[in-house]
Structure formats: structure tokens, C-alpha cells
Nanobody, 118 residues
């Protein structure tokens, strides 16, 4: 089992920055892929970014503005969010998997709210 706790959410003005952190505890040695998802108000949850060894993936909507990173022990994963837009307002979730792709059946955090005001 892996437990995840996110932090770093909050309210920021458009154009500002936030850094989300996610702490993983438990069987972290089994983690292969770490990622961030988000669920905007009234919308479906969507993939934001993933990282697996040195390979990263970003949704088109955040490319060039967000950066995902993790520590070498896979106990922390971060999401640096720059040039934030009101459309980035959402609950952000950290998730990890022992497989290449993260699915709803994998390990998820409780979410942290990010609100971007215009």
C-alpha cells in the first residue's frame, strides 16, 4: 500500500505561480509512475502530467507552464505551476502506480484546491 498527501494548494491571481507537493509513504519502492490530475468545477477529472524515471508527459493545456518533478527515492512528487490562468482552477490530485499508466484503481491523494482569480 502507498499513502499520498498533497499540499501547496491555495488561491492565486492570474499570472501567478504555485508549487504543489505530494508526499508518498508505504511501499514507495514499488512505484513506477507518479502524476498529477485535476478536476475543474463541473467537469471530469483530467490528466495534467506524469513522470516515470526521466520521462515526462504533459497535457497540451499546461505545456510550457507546468513542470513535474520527483525525488530519486519516489517519496515526493512536485508540480510547479507558472503563468496560472483561471482555467487552471480545480482540485488537484496526486496519484502513483506500479504500472506505466495511472488508473482509478491505483493510489490517489485526497486532493488540494487551486483557485486562480482573474
Amino acid at each position: 500500500q502507498v499513502q499520498l498527501v498533497e499540499s501547496g494548494g491555495g488561491t492565486v491571481q492570474a499570472g501567478g505561480s504555485l508549487r504543489l507537493s505530494c508526499a508518498a509513504t508505504g511501499r514507495t519502492f514499488s512505484i513506477l509512475t507518479m502524476g498529477w490530475f485535476r478536476q475543474p468545477p463541473g467537469k471530469e477529472r483530467e490528466l495534467v502530467a506524469t513522470i516515470r524515471t526521466a520521462t515526462t508527459y504533459y497535457a497540451n493545456s499546461v505545456k510550457g507552464r507546468f513542470t513535474i518533478s520527483r525525488d530519486k527515492d519516489k517519496r515526493m512528487v512536485f508540480l510547479q505551476m507558472n503563468s496560472l490562468e483561471p482555467e487552471d482552477t480545480a482540485v488537484y490530485y496526486c496519484a502513483v502506480s506500479t504500472r506505466i499508466s495511472i488508473t482509478p484503481d491505483d493510489y490517489w491523494g485526497q486532493g488540494t484546491q487551486v483557485t486562480v482569480s482573474s
